[in-house]
């Protein structure tokens, strides 16, 4: 088997291959016998696994099916061939897809997991007119977040607790129309079992112990990693020590956001107010 050392900062190549290499690790397989799970030659594996071969999407959910990482290689790979991603956002996506447990705070839109295509798109439209993002890029991102969203849909999701300020319900993206099926859209989110959503009322001020988004993924053998954002540059964050003090404030803001029910509550009162708008 090649060892080749990889640094997966490297290339897109290197970070699917060594993405590749520890998947199958994990699972205790060696090249030949995930070759002949996926029906591909031991070479080929060795290929994509040192960096040395661009592969397709069909040998990457090949090797999520084969591996049983939910869309993690998919995702990569997608994420990692568009031009309309911040750097660090596509590994993000691809560890979200085999998260057991994603919570998420987010100071000024709906989390990504829990928006219609109308409301990213409206997000993505205006991304364009500002001339962030070209018409391609916005039409690959709302389609990449479709992807996404598809673990929402597995037979055993992951569980989701977001955690909203109240300016993401309140600040209007898009028509009238738009804001009214997004809120409608999150009430029905609510009321999943998998799914808690809480808002950060105004009230909480310099309190909230957060300023940008965050998210903390926590994975099956309980291990967490941190992800958090500016506005050129996404941060994959694996440092114990800081994991840990977001984790604490994050149980902290729990406890001082509203309820589920009151935030429930305060999201459909939103939504009957655009109706008289």
């Given at each position: 088997?090649?060892?080749?050392?990889?640094?997966?900062?490297?290339?897109?190549?290197?970070?699917?291959?060594?993405?590749?290499?520890?998947?199958?690790?994990?699972?205790?397989?060696?090249?030949?016998?995930?070759?002949?799970?996926?029906?591909?030659?031991?070479?080929?594996?060795?290929?994509?696994?040192?960096?040395?071969?661009?592969?397709?999407l069909k040998f990457a959910k090949a090797?999520?099916?084969?591996?049983?990482?939910?869309?993690?290689?998919?995702?990569?790979?997608?994420?990692?061939?568009?031009?309309?991603?911040?750097?660090?956002?596509?590994?993000?996506?691809?560890?979200?897809?085999?998260?057991?447990?994603?919570?998420?705070?987010?100071?000024?839109?709906?989390?990504?997991?829990?928006?219609?295509?109308?409301?990213?798109?409206?997000?993505?439209?205006?991304?364009?007119?500002?001339?962030?993002?070209?018409?391609?890029?916005?039409?690959?991102?709302?389609?990449?977040?479709?992807?996404?969203?598809?673990?929402?849909?597995?037979?055993?999701?992951?569980?989701?607790?977001?955690?909203?300020?109240?300016?993401?319900?309140?600040?209007?993206?898009?028509?009238?129309?738009?804001?009214?099926?997004?809120?409608?859209?999150?009430?029905?989110?609510?009321?999943?079992?998998?799914?808690?959503?809480?808002?950060?009322?105004?009230?909480?001020?310099?309190?909230?112990?957060?300023?940008?988004?965050?998210?903390?993924?926590?994975?099956?053998?309980?291990?967490?990693?941190?992800?958090?954002?500016?506005?050129?540059?996404?941060y994959v964050v694996?440092?114990?020590?800081?994991?840990?003090?977001?984790?604490?404030?994050?149980?902290?803001?729990?406890?001082?956001?509203?309820?589920?029910?009151?935030?429930?509550?305060?999201?459909?009162?939103?939504?009957?107010?655009?109706?008289?708008?």
């Open positions: 088997m090649n060892r080749k050392t990889l640094d997966p900062a490297s290339s897109p190549r290197a970070a699917f291959g060594s993405q590749l290499r520890s998947s199958r690790e994990a699972r205790g397989w060696s090249q030949g016998e995930l070759a002949a799970r996926m029906r591909y030659s031991d070479s080929y594996i060795s290929a994509v696994e040192t960096g040395s071969k661009t592969t397709s090797a999520d099916l084969a591996l049983r990482t939910g869309q993690t290689l998919e995702l990569m790979w997608l994420g990692l061939r568009r031009k309309g991603f911040i750097e660090g956002f596509p590994e993000h996506a691809a560890q979200e897809a085999r998260a057991t447990e994603i919570r998420i705070f987010e100071p000024n839109m709906v989390p990504g997991l829990l928006q219609t295509r109308a409301y990213a798109a409206a997000l993505e439209a205006a991304a364009v007119q500002r001339g962030s993002i070209t018409p391609d890029q916005a039409d690959e991102r709302v389609r990449f977040l479709a992807t996404r969203q598809r673990l929402l849909k597995r037979d055993a999701p992951p569980l989701i607790h977001a955690i909203m300020d109240e300016s993401c319900i309140r600040r209007r993206v898009g028509s009238a129309q738009t804001m009214r099926a997004q809120l409608e859209h999150l009430a029905e989110a609510a009321a999943r079992p998998d799914v808690v959503l809480q808002v950060a009322p105004f009230e909480l001020a310099e309190h909230a112990p957060f300023r940008a988004l965050l998210t903390l993924l926590t994975f099956a053998d309980r291990s967490v990693v941190g992800y958090t954002e500016s506005v050129e540059q996404g694996r440092k114990d020590e800081t994991v840990r003090a977001w984790e604490r404030a994050y149980d902290r803001l729990q406890v001082e956001a509203l309820s589920r029910a009151a935030s429930l509550d305060l999201i459909r009162k939103v939504r009957e107010e655009l109706h008289h708008d």
